[in-house]
Nanobody, 121 residues
Framework: QVQLVESGGGLVQAGESLRLSCAAS????????IGWYRQAAGAAAGDQRE???????????VYGDSVKGRFTISRGNDKNTVYLQMNSLKPEDTAVYYC???????????WGQGTQVTVSS
């Protein structure tokens, strides 16, 4: 089992920055994919969450097209914390941001509870 706890969301104005954190605990060893997805308010229940940024196979970073050049994903020194530095925020970045964890060995996916990011114009 893996537990994910997000923090750092909030309300900011367009152009400002925020940093999200996700602390993973439990069975976090091995090759993993960890990162962030988001879902905008008002999205239909069946809508897929949008991939924001991931660290795949414990080393390769990938970003969604809408955040490239503005957001940066990184891992803490302990490897169990992942950060999302969000710069030049836009109103369309407003969403609930979910931490994502998937184990290569067990093929199991875990989600955090989500943290709200609101960007006012």
């Amino acid at each position: 089992q893996v537990q994910l706890v997000e923090s750092g969301g909030g309300l900011v104005q367009a152009g400002e920055s925020l940093r999200l954190s996700c602390a993973a605990s439990g069975s976090t060893d091995g090759v993993i994919t960890i990162g962030w997805y988001r879902q905008a308010a008002g999205a239909a229940a069946g809508d897929q969450r949008e991939m924001v940024a991931l660290i795949r196979a414990s080393q390769y970073t990938v970003y969604g097209d809408s955040v490239k050049g503005r957001f940066t994903i990184s891992r803490g020194n302990d490897k169990n914390t992942v950060y999302l530095q969000m710069n030049s925020l836009k109103p369309e970045d407003t969403a609930v941001y979910y931490c994502y964890f998937r184990s290569f060995e067990t093929h199991t996916t875990y989600w955090g509870q989500g943290t709200q990011v609101t960007v006012s114009s």
